[in-house]
């Protein structure tokens, strides 16, 4: 279970005000001391992450949050923080305590607005006198059915986890589908350049080569330099090819009239985010000039190497093209301006590092501010001049 990636994880966030609860269900739904729990308020500082299995629900990583009430100076900077949760945040929980409801019912219309499933609980019912009552008054607040839980002693545990599995989409998302089937042999072509870790392969071609196999497809991985000799061991050519991005070109000329060309980033595109306003954003370089200004977001944050696509290769591409003075952004992990306007163009990785929600979160801020976005594969194709024969979607 530990070795489920946090991106392929259901993210369960804790939401309320100080001393509402929240630690203590944490550690009531992880079984362990995860988070600290005491009666003074703004205990918890910074969003705390506990990756667990649910039953009946899956790899999960439950969020606990700083209260959404502390009005200090420090704790407006926590506010924020809990808020920016909700960009990857699958299932909200939102804890209740007493008649005041508005911080919670905020937190709710935010939720309701992004499409959030949420469920609505009234903690802490061992303190409470009269919790069936204000029980009521909740649920005709919120219009929701509301669960009267106490993490401490376990009352109404048992209905939470019923509440999760169902909210649980039972849709099964995979990288490859519509790309193969059983049978296929798949050719993989992997470089291993400075920025691969060392003895290692990186996430998406972990994750993609692990599909392939439970799909019953027949994986056959090599580098670029080896791409000749692994094409001419094989009975017939592949069915599909994936190859990383930055080697699209050399791929390209390799490739046997018969089979489909992809990118793992194009394929995590797809599988994370909307690789149809991926490659309509794409259009908009059309427009670039030396004088634009362009942002790179990558989900993951590394010392930069010498061969980095994202901080090296891509950047030097975009400005032998269109100037050396283009201005380039580049922002990495959590860090992603609110205001993307003054861009022209929004370049995101492939966002292995991310949960779907969180991209989708991304993706969508672009649009409501009328920023083109695409991605990693979709404009190296692009800029290669093979995006028309590259297969997306």
């Known amino acids: 279970m530990q070795t489920t990636a946090s991106a392929e994880r259901v993210h369960i966030a804790i939401f309320g005000r100080c001393n509402a609860g929240k630690s203590t269900l944490m550690n009531a739904l992880t079984g362990q001391e995860t988070a600290i729990v005491s009666a003074q308020p703004g205990t918890t500082t910074d969003p705390v992450r506990k990756a667990m299995e649910v039953n009946g629900l899956g790899a999960a990583v439950i969020i606990d949050t700083p209260g959404l009430d502390d009005n200090t100076l420090l704790g407006n900077e ?11 945040t699958d299932i909200a929980l939102v804890l209740f305590t007493d008649k005041e409801f508005e911080v919670e019912l905020q937190i709710m219309e935010e939720c309701r607005v992004r499409e959030i499933p949420t469920i609505v609980i009234l903690a802490q019912a061992d303190r409470i006198a009269n919790s069936e009552a204000l029980a009521a008054d909740i649920a005709k607040a919120t219009e929701r059915k509301v669960i009267t839980l106490s993490a401490l002693n376990g009352e109404g545990m048992e209905q939470l986890y019923d509440a999760l599995r169902a909210l649980r989409s039972e849709e099964q998302r995979l990288i490859t589908d519509g790309f193969c089937k059983a049978g296929d042999k798949v050719l993989l072509v992997m470089p291993q350049d400075k920025s691969a870790p060392k003895g290692r392969l990186i996430q998406p071609q972990v994750q993609t080569i692990r599909e392939l196999l439970d799909r019953g497809c027949v994986p056959i991985c090599c580098t670029p330099e080896t791409m000749s000799e692994a094409l001419a061991a094989l009975s017939h050519s592949p069915e599909l090819i994936i190859t990383d991005s930055q080697a699209f070109d050399a791929v390209y000329n390799l490739k046997p009239e018969g089979s489909t060309l992809t990118s793992f980033s194009i394929l995590f595109a797809r599988y994370k985010g909307d690789i149809t306003l991926f490659t309509e954003g794409v259009k908009a370089l059309k427009n670039i000039t030396a004088k634009s200004r362009i942002l790179i977001a990558e989900a993951c944050t590394h010392t930069p190497q010498n061969e980095d696509i994202g901080r090296v290769k891509l950047p030097r591409l975009l400005r032998k093209k269109f100037g050396e003075e283009l ?48 991605n990693y594969g979709v404009i190296l194709a692009a800029l290669s001049g ?4 590259v297969r997306t979607n």
């Open 78 to 88: 926590r506010v924020a923080r809990s808020a920016k949760i909700l960009d990857q």
């Open 327 to 374: 201005q380039i952004d580049i922002v990495g992990g959590a860090d992603y301006p609110e205001d993307l306007t003054p861009y022209d163009l929004v370049i995101h990785c492939g966002a292995c590092m991310f949960n779907r929600r969180h991209v989708l979160s991304r993706i969508e801020k672009a649009r409501k501010q009328g920023v083109a976005i695409t």
């Open 386 to 389: 093979i995006l028309d024969r």
